[in-house]
DNA sequence: CCTATTATGTCAACAAAGCTGACATATATT
DNA sequence: AATATATGTCAGCTTTGTTGACATAATAGG
C-alpha cells in the first residue's frame, strides 16, 4: 500500500513532471542567453534572430512558411523581416511558380551575422550532447518532439531531418 | 575519406545540433501555448505565471530569490508582483530572521489559479513522458541540465531535487 | 554605536516584440 | 469576370523587458 504506482510509472509522477517544465524552463532561459549577448551589441533582437535562423536554414522560405514557423502575425515578421532586408542581411525575390510570393534568402552579411549567433548555440547544445552521451540526446530528441503539438508533429520531423 | 568522424561521434555532427536546436524551440513555442490560452481570458500574461509557479514551487521564497530564477530586473518584477499581490493571489509576509525581506506565498485563489495552469503543461509532458519511455526520459533531463550555464547547474539540480 | 551594506520599493522614461483592425495591390484560380 | 490568396502597410495598443535615480528599513561589521 505505500507504493502506489507500478515501478514502471514513477517517471510519471508530479515529481518527475516539474523536473521537466522546470528544466525546460531553465535550459530555455540560459540557451537564448549567448546570441541574446552578440544582438545586444547590434540593432536587432531575438525576434530578428529567429527569422535570421529560419531563412538560413530553409533558404527560399517564403513569408508564410516563416509566418506558421514563427506563430506570429504578419504585422510582426513585416517590422523585423523589413529591418532585415533593409540592412542588407536578407533578400528577396519574387517566386518562379507564384510570383506573389517573396522567396527569402540570407545575403552574405546575413549569413556571416546568423553563423555567429548559430555558433554559440551549436557549441552550447555541442557540449550538453558530449556530456550526455548519444543515448541521453536520443532520448533528448524522442521527448521534444513528443512535446510538440500533435498535428505539428510532421512538420516538425520534415524541418529537423531536412 | 567518406565518413570523417568516428562512429561514436555521429550525434555531434551539425544535422543532429541543429535538430536539437529546433526542437527546443518548437517544444517551448508549443509547450507555452496551453496556459497562455488561459492568461489571454485573465488580466495577467506569462510573466505573471512565471512568478506564480515558482512562488507555488517555493513557498516564502524572497523577492531575491525569485529574481534570480526569473533574469529580470526587480522593477519588472515589482510590476508583475504587485498586480498579483494587489489582486489578491500572492501574499507577502515579513521574514522572521531578516526583517528586510518579503516572503511570498500563494492564496488559496493563487493556489488555484496556479493549478490550472500548471495541470495543462503536466499533461502535455506527461503525455510526452509516456510517449517516449523512462529511458528517453532520463535522456531527455540529462540533456537539458547540462544546457543550463555550468555555474547555475546546482542551484537546478537543487529546484528539481527538492 | 556608527557606518556601510543589503533587501526591497518606487518613479519615470524608454525599447522590443507581440497584438488587432482596416485597407491596398498584384497575381492566381475558378 | 469574379473571387481568393500572398503580401504589404498604416495606426494604435499591450505586455514585458530595460536603465537610472532615489528612498526606506534592517542587518552587519568595525
Known amino acids: 500500500m505505500q507504493r502506489k504506482l507500478p515501478q514502471s510509472n514513477l517517471y510519471l509522477r508530479e515529481e518527475e513532471l516539474r523536473r521537466g517544465i522546470e528544466l525546460l524552463y531553465f535550459a530555455y532561459r540560459d540557451f537564448?542567453?549567448?546570441?541574446?549577448?552578440?544582438?545586444?551589441?547590434?540593432?536587432?533582437?531575438?525576434a530578428h534572430h529567429r527569422v535570421l535562423?529560419?531563412?538560413?536554414?530553409?533558404?527560399e522560405t517564403t513569408v508564410s512558411g516563416l509566418l506558421h514557423q514563427l506563430?506570429?502575425?504578419?504585422?510582426?515578421?513585416?517590422?523585423?523581416l523589413g529591418q532585415l532586408v533593409e540592412d542588407g542581411y536578407i533578400d528577396?525575390?519574387?517566386?518562379?511558380?507564384?510570383?506573389?510570393?517573396?522567396?527569402?534568402?540570407?545575403?552574405?552579411?546575413?549569413?556571416?551575422?546568423?553563423?555567429?549567433?548559430f555558433e554559440t548555440q551549436r557549441n552550447r547544445v555541442a557540449e550538453a550532447y558530449k556530456k550526455a552521451g548519444p543515448?541521453?540526446?536520443?532520448?533528448?530528441?524522442e521527448v521534444?518532439?513528443?512535446i510538440v503539438d500533435e498535428q505539428e508533429r510532421s512538420a516538425v520531423l520534415q524541418q529537423i531531418e531536412k
Chains 1, 2 share one sequence.
Open 71 to 80: 506563430r506570429i502575425t504578419k504585422q510582426s515578421l513585416s517590422r523585423v
Open 92 to 117: 528577396q525575390k519574387p517566386g518562379t511558380e507564384d510570383r506573389r510570393q517573396r522567396l527569402l534568402v540570407l545575403t552574405d552579411k546575413g549569413e556571416k551575422f546568423e553563423k555567429s549567433l
Open 144 to 146: 521534444l518532439l513528443n
Open 135 to 141: 543515448e541521453a540526446v536520443a532520448g533528448f530528441w
Open 32 to 46: 537564448t542567453r549567448d546570441p541574446d549577448e552578440i544582438l545586444a551589441t547590434s540593432n536587432f533582437g531575438r
Open 53 to 59: 535562423y529560419f531563412v538560413g536554414r530553409n533558404p
